[in-house]
């Protein structure tokens, strides 16, 4: 088969079409032509080296949206399925032409949802979720700070949250990007750049209950923001890893801070965003697709920073023996 790997680190250039051997599914795995791909940041760090992979050369990645090849755990041939979790396939990541993935990580795509919609939502749909529910037990009626709407999980956050019946406020740092998030529902957009977030916060609704913190530098802020005990999921350092903030503040507002890690749903709850997608209750954000060849010029476009959704890779490539 034939995948787009690099083989050392460097700029998006070292990103190339490789001929690589078929892979080998293991006891548990299901064999899948892959047909669609995306890009996150991660995939970036990976290939510039600052977040090092295990072995090169590697095949970037995160999720992959294809066909099942054959009857496996319960799956059948040419049923569509997605993963979020391609990094641990034989065969590399979505990068790919064809992955075999663990059953248990897989999801079906539910009929009038694309592969190319099913990967947009993919891990970041995922993490958002999990940030809001499992870590941050978002309710009905509450409401949510969700930092930099326009990215991947921002803007899944906001749907979410909406979604449940919350009040949501994010933040942009362009003005140009305000119409779009609150045509996602936002009900408060904030201008990080020109407002003050946690005093327009507390001016306007007197504090959040939960605080979806994708920057990190941001955190004092978050604290700000919260009314008494609230909390904070930690998810990104989209801004840097460094955070200083006022220790007396968080103890005497007892403000929850809880790190996210590198955070999933559950394949139940992946499943059922799917099938929320199917519904029309939210819809993924595709700002441009690319084949997969292309892999080096969608990376450039992603670190640019100027976009709202996903770049999603599709693969087109020649040589996939199924």
């Known amino acids: 088969m034939k995948a787009v790997q690099f083989a050392q680190y460097g700029d998006p250039d070292v990103l190339q079409v490789r001929e690589v051997p078929d892979p080998t ?21 990976q290939r ?4 090092p992979v295990d072995k090169l050369p590697f095949t970037p990645g995160l999720e992959a949206a294809g066909v099942v090849v054959k009857d496996s755990q319960g799956f059948h041939a040419g049923e569509r399925v997605m993963t979020t979790r391609a990094v641990g396939a034989v065969g590399g990541g979505g990068y790919a032409s064809m992955i075999a993935a663990p059953a248990e990580s897989l999801v079906r795509i539910p009929e009038g949802v694309s592969f190319e919609e099913a990967v947009a939502a993919g891990l970041t749909s995922s993490t958002a979720w999990g940030s809001l529910f499992d870590l941050g037990h978002l309710k009905a009626g509450e409401r949510v700070l969700i930092w930099a709407g326009s990215s991947g999980v921002g803007l899944w956050a906001i749907q979410f949250a909406k979604h449940v019946g919350s009040w949501a406020v994010t933040t942009t740092s362009s003005n140009a990007k305000v119409s779009e998030l609150r045509q996602l529902g936002a009900d408060m957009v904030i201008n990080q750049r020109e407002e ?24 004092q802020t ?14 990104g350092n989209l801004g840097g890893q460094q955070a200083t903030i006022d220790t007396q503040q968080c103890r005497l507002k007892r403000v929850h801070i809880i790190g996210g890690g ?32 292309q892999a080096a010029e969608a990376h450039r476009r992603l670190a640019a920073g100027q976009m709202l959704g996903k770049i999603v890779l599709v693969h087109s490539l020649k040589g996939c023996n199924v």
Do not use: W
């Open 222 to 235: 978050s604290i700000e923001s919260c009314v008494q005990d609230g909390r904070i999921v930690l998810v």
């Open 25 to 45: 599914p293991r006891p548990g795995d299901v064999l899948i032509q892959v047909k669609a791909t995306t890009v996150n940041r991660l995939d970036l760090f």
């Open 196 to 219: 003050n977030v946690a005093e327009t916060i507390q001016n306007n609704v007197r504090g959040v209950n939960l605080v979806i913190e994708l920057v990190s530098t941001t955190l």
């Open 262 to 293: 590198l955070l999933h749903t559950s394949t139940e709850n992946e499943q059922r965003i799917l099938e929320m997608i199917a519904a029309h209750a939210v819809r993924p954000i595709i700002e441009e697709t690319l084949p997969v060849e």
């Open 48 to 51: 510039n080296g600052s977040r």
